[in-house]
């Protein structure tokens, strides 16, 4: 085996990128194992059943665990993006609607906050921008972990709110929304072509309101980046801020790495837009449309592209959308 060669650790770089291969197959071989086995093991639970030696229930029961790990599986096959495997970079911010709209935007953050501790992934907050007396402007969050943009690229889109707010005075019922932007969060192993020269950096002092939290330095950064879009010639100019560390080199890095992750995503945007000329046929999802609404008085959440709801709203809003992902992946997932 390669791994096993003496000289395998010498190119530390390449030797990850094979490791990494191997754990995937090994687990794609370790699912598979484990379906079979649970196959066999309903085949003589129900021959135990004819018996008389096993209930009905117990088959049932068993035959509804195997089903789970068929359809697991089948959820893992429609992560087979070149970008799915990757951590991510989710930014949300608030719609028109002042207050409202601020704080339908700061229960959004906690929503993927919680879904991310849920499934174990890291998660931090790189910048956030408070509303002006509630909830949030914008926030940009990295969730790091396996498929963690395979996962998350569908919540791509505008989220709309129907609730009767307490913010209102009459009480009156509302409608808010907020957008999601999700894009893949480039590792080292991802070439990509920055020009420095056409970089400039801005610091700032980053912290609380006031008191011992405020930072006496400027350890805030803020990235410009005159992006020309090398298919088109259009320009544009990309601001990125971070103030997730009290150390300025590092906030640099992570804004740096951020860059990155948006040129990448610009890259895998053009390769799906020229895939979808080819498989015209096919059906797309318009990222940037609203795709979900959390009617909070009707207890309903709706997603308006898989038809999928549920009744379950405070689960929903404490990071329960395993569901809304799955089937957003079964039903587009092989298209993309």
Not at 18 to 34: A, H, P, S, T
Not at 57 to 75: G, I, K
Request: hydrophobic fraction near 35%.
């Amino acid at each position: 085996m390669r791994t096993q060669a003496p000289d395998f650790w010498n190119d530390a770089k390449t030797a990850e990128k094979v490791m990494k291969q191997v754990r995937e197959l090994k687990g794609w071989i370790e699912g598979c194992e484990e379906v079979c086995r649970s196959i066999d093991d309903l085949n003589v639970l129900y021959e135990f059943a004819k018996e008389g030696e096993a209930t009905e229930e117990e088959v049932d029961t068993h035959y509804a665990e195997t089903l789970s790990l068929v359809e697991n599986l089948e959820l893992k096959n429609m992560l087979q993006g070149e970008a799915d495997e990757m951590s991510c970079v989710l930014k949300i911010n608030s719609g028109a609607g002042g207050t409202e709209s601020q704080d339908w935007a700061s229960m959004l953050m906690r929503m993927y906050i919680r879904w991310a501790e849920n499934n174990h992934y890291k998660c931090s907050v790189s910048t956030l921008q408070d509303g002006d007396e509630a909830g949030i402007k914008t926030v940009t969050l990295q969730i790091e972990g396996d498929f963690a943009y395979g996962y998350l690229k569908g919540e791509n889109g505008v989220h709309r709110l129907v609730r009767v707010s307490p913010f209102n005075a009459q009480g009156k019922r509302m409608t808010s929304f907020a957008s999601v932007f999700v894009t893949p969060l480039v590792d080292d192993t991802i070439e990509i072509s920055i020009n420095q020269a056409d970089i400039s950096w801005d610091t700032f002092r980053s912290g609380g309101a006031g008191g011992q939290n405020v930072n006496k330095v400027e350890s805030g950064v803020r990235l410009r980046y005159q992006y020309k879009d090398p298919y088109t010639g259009e320009e544009e100019e990309i601001l990125i801020e971070n103030t997730e560390t009290r150390d300025q080199p590092k906030n640099k890095e992570n804004a740096l790495r951020q860059l990155r992750s948006i040129l990448y995503d610009k890259e895998l945007q053009h390769r799906m837009a020229e895939q979808a000329k080819v498989e015209a046929n096919k059906k797309k999802i318009e990222w940037g449309s609203q795709i979900r609404s959390y009617v909070f008085d009707d207890r309903r959440v709706k997603d308006h592209r898989t038809n999928y709801q549920t009744s379950d709203v405070g689960g929903v809003m404490d990071g329960k959308i395993d569901e809304f992902i799955k089937a957003y992946l079964m039903e587009f997932g092989g298209t993309e």
